[in-house]
């Protein structure tokens, strides 16, 4: 473990202008936290937070990651806030600290391994900022490292195959070849101990064999090169175990079949150098077709280049070469991150402006144009506009920004949607309308019997919910457009005089447009056709008779309306089922005389009697329902009506207003200034009140308040 001299040391050494006094503060604060625990080898706790700080020393990182490294499981493990971690070390530390602290709280609950691609995607969503990755990487490298040592082999398996599918692919995208390549390796040890045992003993077999002549064929690309006048320095391996599995895997080919196990590697001083070793090395042995790449002049989008080719070598084995300039080699092993800091080490004021290779890395992330297929999986900022989220069970759902949990609902399964009757985010209680964010667990609480509000398409923003909840919408509203055309054929038969019978219906009389009679029935309903012109189709003589009776007296048939009683509506008279709606013009409550208008496309409105708008209606008697309201007893939801009030324009009159309302039971709902002058103002007052007499009660006691000048229901 490093001590903390060599560390502060190490890091001044790159970076003169860090904050020694910052960096010493945190690794006393870490060691002071972490106190006696200790990790599954036995070491002290916080030796391995020091080790992640030095991993990530190796990449010249600046003085915050290195502070971030050194506190990262601070606040997941100890009893540090990141309150108190504000306060030491600063806003963009602590910043810095929750990122890697949520990262570190997600877990792979699911076996589903479609689900690594989604993951990949959320990490890199939550690391807005580039460092948070890079301290997340270091943290696994290190966990890796250490992994033998946890004892129970199911967290081993776990933690490693998470490595292999989350980790390991995300080093490769930020352009970290050495450290991808040093978790996989760890993981695969961990995953497929077998097939990575078998392949080292083959490897070892073709070694003893001198088929694997590594320092031979070093020696003779080195004097090709030479004979051409070109410097180099040359070095190869065979390939790593995993990397020979992962082919062996990707192309279902034997391991006898995989002839190029052994790798060169070619550095030279410039890219025309390059392309000169190339074609000596062209020119001195043959290629096999199809497999030169030259991601020189098209580099990956991660800012790795070189050029790749395969050769058949010098004693008949295929061996593939990579060739490259130093500069090249270094960001190929280390990012961009090792790049920059290798072409600015000999000078520390450009050291000093520390994040710079931090936005190069995102500039190169960023402008890769093209549709390459990591260019998707390389942007940081792609995913910015999802989020993700589980269930319980821990399946990921991707769902756009603003998401709540209703389209997570949807996206779960549709019937899950069309029964939602609530939801639990991380173990909470919380509205439907809530917006989700990354990471976040839902419940969805379900009924048998719920169904889906209109309401709720305000607020999904999924074309899956949105189209399931209109669709759904559309099937209510149908059977209660059917239920109510058929209430109101029915009476205006009866009105004219005739019996109904469906009979009259059986076949469709001429002039009837419907094929069906629950069409028909929906028709009328919906108001699209008029009922009293049915009745005259099939009763022609009806037409002379009933031309005189237009609107339906209000208070008739009150026998009627007390045999049709319905305890489940507070209003009486309407079909069970039937879309209500109060009219905003005039808002009715209990205790108004009221009457209902059909209305096309939407049930019925309630109306007051007395309401200017029912005017436009006067010569359309079929749309008139006569209503009233039911009994107190049966009916005790809170409506809300409207007043309007002038009031003083003096302190203290709107809280009078408001006190006086509450006082009296009333609960504000809304409220609205429409006018103001320097001596009252009008303000419109949305009231919850129970009925007519209640609202009565809380007129009276506001017309008894000095600040309020006068005040009466709002009409239209
Ligand atoms: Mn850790």
């Known amino acids: 473990m490093m001590r903390q001299f060599e560390l502060v040391e190490k890091v001044v050494s790159y970076d003169p202008s860090a904050d020694e006094a910052s960096l010493n503060r945190a690794y006393v604060y870490a060691m002071k936290m972490h106190g006696s625990q200790t990790r599954a080898s036995g070491d002290p706790y916080y030796s391995h937070p020091v080790e992640v700080a030095g991993i990530l020393t190796e990449l010249k990182l600046d003085a915050g990651s290195i502070i971030t490294a050194l506190l990262h499981d601070t606040v997941e493990d100890t009893e540090a806030t990141l309150e108190e971690i504000e306060k030491l070390f600063g806003h963009e530390i602590a910043r810095l600290v929750d990122g890697v602290t949520k990262l570190t709280r997600l877990e792979l609950t699911s076996d589903d391994s479609k689900q690594a691609e989604n993951f990949r995607k959320l990490v890199l969503a939550m690391s807005q900022d580039i460092r948070v990755l890079l301290v997340k990487l270091a943290d696994r490298l290190h966990n890796m490292r250490t992994l033998h040592f946890i004892k129970k082999q199911e967290k081993r398996q776990r933690i490693a195959a998470e490595t292999l599918e989350i980790y390991a692919p995300l080093a490769e995208r930020i352009g ?3 450290w991808r390549e040093e978790l996989q390796d760890l993981a695969f040890r961990e995953v497929h101990t077998e097939a990575r045992e078998s392949i080292v003993s083959r490897l070892k077999q073709l070694r003893e064999d001198g088929q694997s002549a590594v320092d031979t064929i070093i020696r003779d690309l080195t004097d090709c090169l030479l004979e051409g006048a070109l410097t180099s320095d040359v070095s190869g391996r065979e390939k790593s175990p995993y990397s020979i599995w992962d082919k062996m895997k990707r192309k279902a080919v034997e391991f006898e079949q ?16 390059c392309y000169q070793a190339l074609g000596l ?33 010098p004693s008949g084995h295929r061996i593939e070469v990579q060739i490259r300039t130093r500069d090249m080699h270094d960001t190929a092993e280390f990012g961009v991150a090792a790049h920059w800091s290798y072409k600015d080490g000999g000078d520390p004021r450009q050291i000093g402006e520390s994040l710079h290779w931090v936005r190069q890395l995102l500039d190169i992330l960023e402008n890769t144009a093209g549709a390459d297929e990591f260019l998707e999986h390389t942007k940081l900022d792609l995913y910015q506009d999802m989020v993700f989220c589980f269930t319980p069970k821990g399946d990921l759902h991707s769902l756009p920004r603003g998401a709540t949990p209703i389209d997570f609902a949807y996206s779960v399964h549709s019937e899950i949607g069309n029964r939602t009757v609530g ?23 379900t009924a048998k019997n719920a169904k889906p509000s209109p309401t ?10 949105k189209a399931c909840i209109r669709r759904f919408i559309r099937q209510e509203k149908r059977q209660e457009f059917m239920e109510l055309g058929k209430a109101i054929l029915e009476r205006t038969f009866r009105q004219g005089g005739y019996s109904y019978s469906e009979k009259a219906f059986n076949p469709m009389p001429d002039g009837i447009k419907s094929e069906k009679l629950d069409d028909l029935y929906a028709q009328i309903g919906e108001g699209l056709t008029s009922a009293v012109e049915v009745l ?40 069970p089922g039937m879309a209500v709606h109060y009219a905003g013009c005039c808002h009715p409550i209990p205790g108004d005389q009221i009457v209902g208008i059909v209305i096309s496309g939407k049930g019925v409105t309630i109306h007051r009697s007395d309401c200017d708008m029912l005017q436009q209606f006067a010569d359309q008697p079929d749309r008139w329902i006569e209503v009233s309201w039911g009994s107190a007893k049966d009916d005790t939801a809170h409506r809300v009506s409207r007043l309007q009030a002038t009031l003083a324009n003096l302190p203290g009159a709107l809280g009078s207003l408001t006190t006086v309302i509450g006082r009296n039971g009333g609960n504000i709902s809304d409220l609205k200034f429409t006018n103001r002058t320097t001596d009252f103002f009008d303000v419109l007052i949305d009231v919850e009140v129970e009925d007519i007499k209640h609202l009565t009660n809380i007129i009276a006691a506001l017309r008894a308040t000095p600040a309020v000048n006068s005040v009466d229901r709002a009409r239209g």
């Open 176 to 178: 970290i070849a050495a």
């Open 258 to 273: 995989l002839s190029d196990i052994m790798a060169f590697r070619v550095l030279v001083d410039d890219t025309t150098a």
């Open 281 to 313: 090395l062209h020119a001195a042995y043959p290629l096999v077709p199809g497999r030169f790449k030259d991601y020189i002049s098209v580099p990956k989008p991660n800012g790795y280049q070189s050029l790749h080719t395969v050769l058949i070598g």
């Open 423 to 445: 939801a639990r985010i991380n173990g909470r209680h919380k509205p439907l309308r809530t917006v989700l964010e990354n990471g976040d667990q839902i419940e969805i609480q």
């Open 456 to 465: 709720w398409e305000s607020y999904a923003v999924t074309g899956k919910a």
């Open 536 to 575: 005259h189709t099939v009763h022609p003589e009806a037409k002379n008779k009933h031309k005189a009776e237009k609107v339906v007296p209000i208070g008739r048939a009150r026998e009627q309306r007390k045999k049709a009683k319905d305890d489940a509506l507070p209003i009486q008279g309407l079909i």
